[in-house]
């Protein structure tokens, strides 16, 4: 019998081949972090069809080993990004989240953060759009109760009959609410990111990728504020992230607005 499916490696063009880079790229700035000028030479070279991810990944690493480690979580955290990007498979699952976390951390993280692993402490952040306050996560033994809940809601939620606005509010809850149980030690917001690009695939939409490009930060932000506490709890940033992300949405998402609306001094 011959085969009849076709193996998931589409021959992506050199722009889609781009703007998955910019994708990984950009989302390195929610951990305030900025790729090689070297990696960036080796993206475009892979987009134009000269290199493999292989081949990319054995030239940065031997970047990293003779010339600058400093941008090693960067530069392969953003490959892993780009290479899980350009296939489609996908599970509505909590084991995909483990998978993603794995694939970019691996050999990334110190010893002593697990990859691939739900973390096994309760964890906080001084958040400056919190003015140092942290969010309340998942208490870790709750973690694996906590998102097979959420993950079966969500396999068991209808979106027939609802329009776009409706569905893509009820995407952006799905989301927040897995950010905030951030069953990760380290990592959550890159592989919740990576998660939801490819869900929403799984879901038909076409997205435009520039608020992740561009607005990492103020994502991660708004999913911090959407989580906050009661009385510093705002909802309307992660909304305009959303709609520029799937509504074609025009909302200015600069970091430097929203701490002025909020008050927050710019450190």
């Known amino acids: 019998m011959q085969p009849t499916y076709n193996i998931d490696n589409p021959n992506l063009s050199y722009e889609a081949k781009q703007e998955l880079w910019e994708t990984g ?35 940065i690493t031997k970047y990293h080993q003779s010339t600058d480690a400093s941008t090693q979580e960067a530069d392969l955290v953003s490959l892993r990004i780009v290479e899980m990007l350009s296939q489609n498979g996908f599970s ?22 697990p990859v691939g692993e739900y973390r096994t402490v309760n964890i906080t952040k001084n958040e400056p759009v919190l003015m140092g306050d942290t969010v309340i996560y998942s208490d870790f033994p709750l973690i694996v109760a906590t998102l097979d ?19 893509v509010a009820h995407i952006q809850s799905f989301i927040s609410g897995v950010w905030q149980i ?25 997205t435009d990728n520039e608020p992740f490009q561009k607005h990492a930060k103020y994502f991660r932000d708004a999913l911090v504020l959407d989580n906050a506490k009661l009385v510093n709890k705002r909802s309307d940033f992660l909304t305009a992230f959303f709609e520029n992300l799937l509504l074609n949405g025009q909302n200015d998402l600069s970091s430097e607005r929203m701490y002025e609306e909020l008050g927050v001094k710019v450190e």
């Open 182 to 206: 951030h069953p990760f030690r380290e990592g959550n917001t890159r592989t919740i990111t990576v998660f939801l690009i490819k869900y929403l695939r799984s879901l038909g939409f076409e």
């Open 149 to 167: 809940y959420d993950f079966q809601q969500e396999r068991d939620f209808s979106y027939a009959g609802l329009d776009k606005k409706a569905i």
């Open 25 to 59: 790229f950009g989302l390195q700035k929610v951990d305030g972090l900025t790729p090689s000028v070297y990696m960036e030479e080796l993206a475009d070279r892979q987009a134009r069809g000269e290199y493999t991810y292989e081949q990319v990944y054995e030239e």
């Open 92 to 113: 509505l699952r909590p084991t995909t989240l483990l998978h993603i976390h794995k694939e970019l951390f691996q050999g990334v993280f110190d010893s002593g953060i």
